[in-house]
């Protein structure tokens, strides 16, 4: 088992742009979650969903899209990149509400 | 609304001394409570947790905490820690009726030769 895989690991955009955060888990989990990190806040919590075509806005949603159309797949899209979305991103899953979360390597993200 | 504190922002520690990494949460309903440890430039592994029963909970690498609903907290300890052991360590709640955790801004554990 891969776990949970995160492409890319480091994106550097410019103010405006999109792009999406690719996300996938092996693992079967109903639930996944994406989240953001920034020095002296712990994670903040984006989206997530609870299995496929599910999903919820966490914590700090404004900015970001997410969709599950299959188990596996759990992508995180950037509408109009800004400066304040520099961070580092993870995406996690679990098998359930009360499960252990498996956390992706993350992806390091700049915007200029 | 729920919040974490970890009241330390750096703990820096001897080499086979023991530490003590501080959690406290705030909630008006029953928790889940969660560690979870970051090595450098790694993504999150769980630690333990704590669901239901003993407010005694064991973890991996020798790591325990404890709940005390009393003081709403949750401490780390480690009765003797390594150079391995240097990484940031985080606490996380839930509630028992949503999925949703709130994370606290994290501990660096700082271990010195």
């Known amino acids: 088992n891969a776990g949970v895989t995160q492409t890319p690991k480091f994106q550097v955009l410019k103010t405006g742009q999109s792009m999406t955060l690719q996300c996938a888990q092996d693992?079967?989990?109903?639930?996944m979650s994406w989240y953001r990190q920034d020095p002296g806040m712990g994670l903040r919590l984006i989206h997530y969903?609870?299995?496929?075509?599910?999903?919820d806005q966490g914590e700090v949603p404004n900015g970001y899209n997410v969709s599950r159309s299959t188990t596996e797949d759990f992508p995180l899209r950037l509408l109009s990149a800004a400066p304040s979305q520099t961070s580092v991103y993870f995406c996690?899953?679990?098998?359930?509400?009360?499960?252990?979360?498996?956390f992706g390597p993350g992806t390091r993200l700049t915007v200029l | 609304a729920q919040s974490v504190t970890q009241l330390d922002s750096q703990v820096p520690v001897f080499e086979e001394a023991p530490v003590e990494l501080r959690c406290n949460y705030s909630?008006?309903?029953?928790?889940?409570l969660f560690w979870y440890v970051q090595y450098p430039n790694q993504g999150l592994q769980l630690l333990l947790k704590?669901?239901?029963?003993s407010t005694l909970v064991k973890g991996i690498n020798g790591f325990e905490a404890e709940f005390n609903k009393s003081q709403t907290s949750f401490h780390l300890r480690k009765p003797s820690v390594h150079i391995s052991d240097t990484a940031e360590y985080f606490c996380?709640?839930?509630?028992?009726?949503?999925?949703?955790?709130?994370w606290g801004a994290g501990t660096k554990l700082i271990i010195k030769p």
């Open positions: 693992m079967n989990h109903e639930y």
């Open positions: 969903s609870v299995g496929a075509g599910i999903t």
């Open positions: 996380a709640v839930s509630d028992t009726s949503n999925y949703q955790l709130i």
């Open positions: 909630s008006s309903v029953s928790v889940y």
């Open positions: 704590y669901l239901s029963g």
């Open positions: 996690a899953s679990s098998s359930n509400r009360m499960g252990t979360q498996y």
